[in-house]
């Protein structure tokens, strides 16, 4: 694919500044955090499985020997293992420069949180928005603070039923992922439009979206699409459409450190149908941008998280 257009060479240093990386042991999050290495940042890679993350965080020295990186046991899908995260995190950085809300999980199967959420709103949703708001104070004192949600295309699919959260009645693998993404992206925007009515300059809210990323989330999504990425022959078919992590984390990336960005915009690639390609402002579905939406999803995840944001 071509790789004219926005590359981490045009990224600026970010020398010093504290950025919390979820889901960073593998895949996008994983190339997130080596982007970010190489650029100069203190990378704090929140994990759920500590000997995978380990193993991870010495792939990064392996290649950026300079890179100032640490790892924080976080179990998104346990408010418990949040907060203790969250605590950690709050004790050794006085300041939190940018959070970018990467972990993601297809459960493939109806499965319920230590909390007892639906997996997928559970972990990728409602553990993003605890994480995020028990972080916001050392956000608020950032110089130009930035929370970065990673979504995904499924997003256009989803709706939330304010009566069935645990989906009990109408459970479905694309059903799950897409209320789980689609959420997300309510979250980063209501996010947005809170921290604009409450007078905060910092941080500003923003979103991105991998595409066609070869990642574990787009092998586990179903049969066709492990086809697709699992067999040998069609290898030079994935190279048309598909990128690979490196690529796939320019979006989240850029969201994070371009200094032209501005709250509330989402990142995703510059190909047909946003499968692959260099990174642009992308739109994301107008559902996602509608204020009272927000608000009731945000109330609710207040009341389920216990998590109120200090603004």
């Known amino acids: 694919m071509s790789r004219s257009g926005w590359g981490p060479s045009q990224a600026p240093r970010i020398d010093g500044r504290v950025v919390v990386v979820t889901g960073a042991n593998s895949g996008i999050g994983l190339e997130t955090v080596r982007h970010l290495a190489g650029l100069g940042a203190r990378v704090v890679m929140a994990c759920r499985n500590l000997d995978s993350a380990e193993a991870?965080?010495?792939d990064v020295l392996g290649t950026v020997p300079d890179a100032d990186v640490q790892v924080v046991q976080t179990?998104?899908?346990d408010l418990g293992s949040v907060r203790k995260a969250a605590n950690q995190i709050a004790l050794e950085h006085s300041v939190v420069d940018v959070v970018i809300n990467n972990a993601g999980v297809m459960a493939g199967r109806r499965d319920l949180t230590a909390d007892g959420f639906e997996m997928d709103f559970g972990t990728n949703f409602l553990g993003h928005f605890a994480l995020t708001g028990l972080l916001l104070e050392r956000l608020l004192v950032a110089d130009a603070g930035r929370v970065v949600t990673v979504g995904s295309n499924a997003h256009r699919g989803g709706v939330v039923d304010f009566d069935d959260l645990t989906l009990a009645r109408s459970f479905?693998?694309?059903?799950a992922y897409q209320?789980?993404?689609?959420?997300q992206l309510v979250f980063a925007m209501h996010l947005q439009r809170r921290l604009t009515a409450t007078g905060h300059r910092t941080p500003i809210s923003v979103a991105a979206h991998p595409g066609a990323t070869h990642s574990g989330v787009m092998r586990d999504s179903g049969r066709v699409l492990r086809w697709l990425f699992t067999t040998p022959s069609l290898h030079r078919v994935r190279r048309t459409f598909i990128m690979e992590a490196p690529d796939g984390a320019l979006p989240s990336v850029r969201a994070a450190t371009d200094p032209e960005v501005t709250g509330g915009q989402y990142f995703g690639p510059?190909?047909?149908m946003e499968f692959s390609g260099p990174p642009v402002p992308v739109?994301?579905?107008p559902r996602v941008r509608d204020p009272a939406l927000g608000k009731r999803l945000w109330e609710v995840a207040e009341a389920l998280t216990g998590v109120r944001y200090p603004f």
């Open 56 to 58: 991870a965080r010495a």
């Open 75 to 77: 179990d998104l899908s």
């Open 172 to 175: 479905s693998t694309s059903r």
């Open 179 to 183: 209320r789980a993404k689609f959420a």
């Open 270 to 272: 510059s190909g047909p």
């Open 283 to 285: 739109r994301p579905s």
